[in-house]
Nanobody, 117 residues
Framework: VQLQASGGGSVQAGGSLRLSCAAS????????MAWLRQAPGKEREFVGT???????SYEDSVKGRFTISRDNARTTVYLQMNSLKPEDTAVYYC????????????WGQGTQVTVSS
């Protein structure tokens, strides 16, 4: 499985960005795809996840501001980020695993999101 993340950039606080993660190769039938982020000097943290069935979950700090969705072919996942804050500044990664795996095996390359105040 290959993941290609895109859509990062710079935006002022309160603005919006949409990240995309396109999956290719042998995609699992039952998967969980995650968005994670890592800010400078901090550990990587989950932003949210979406399952093959479309169920989503979010980290508390982004609830109500971020939305994860996918296309009908289930090969591209999006992270719509609204009401961005400076503390959202980070490198954002997408990752995917089969439902039965304990760890995310496949990762995208990361895309930088910078939010200025």
């Amino acid at each position: 499985v290959q993941l290609q993340a895109s859509g990062g950039g710079s935006v002022q606080a309160g603005g919006s960005l949409r990240l995309s993660c396109a999956a290719s190769g042998r995609i699992f039938s039952n998967y969980i795809m995650a968005w994670l982020r890592q800010a400078p000097g901090k550990e990587r943290e989950f932003v949210g996840t979406i399952t093959w069935s479309g169920r989503t979950s979010y980290e508390d700090s982004v609830k109500g501001r971020f939305t994860i969705s996918r296309d009908n072919a289930r090969t591209t996942v999006y992270l719509q980020m609204n009401s961005l804050k400076p503390e959202d500044t980070a490198v954002y990664y997408c990752a995917i695993k089969s439902l039965g795996d304990s760890q995310y095996r496949y990762w995208g390359q990361g895309t930088q999101v910078t939010v200025s105040s």
